[in-house]
């Protein structure tokens, strides 16, 4: 079952990248606010017609969780936002891991601390070498990103 999950996750970022790409050269064409506008506008559509079909019931609905739980979703125009105005300037690979790094090293704090509701799981050495191997990928993307820019 982990593998199945893990396989769905990297299934996930892999459509991410898609999508980013795909957004980055729109939000040029027609703006980045354009862009992100149809990304939530079809994302909704979609999302209606999953949740009347498709998802089965549950014990709650969203009118009766706790309201903070609900904050959820301003975040995702955070990323949308983001790697619509990065993409063209920095290239997909570079936002890509920008974004990565930044979602890692927020959730390590998150993690570390239980905030929003989570289980505290404790930094150790081995998250540790893990953001800095991260942080290390988005340095030599980008310079690699700089090199490229500079070849004729």
Known sequence: LTIIVI???LSGGCALSVQSSINGRLGVAVG?????WLTFVL????????VLFVQPPHAETLLDVPKWQLSGAFFGVTYILAMVFAVPRVGIAAATIAVITGQ???????????????????????RAIGIVLLIAALVLVHLGNRRLARTP
């Open 7 to 9: 396989l769905i996750a």
């Open 104 to 126: 890692l090293a927020m959730s390590l704090l998150i993690d570390n601390f239980g905030w929003l509701d989570n289980a505290p799981v404790p930094f150790d050495s081995h």
């Open 43 to 50: 994302g909704a559509l979609i999302s209606v017609l999953l």
């Open 32 to 36: 980045v606010l354009a862009t992100a």
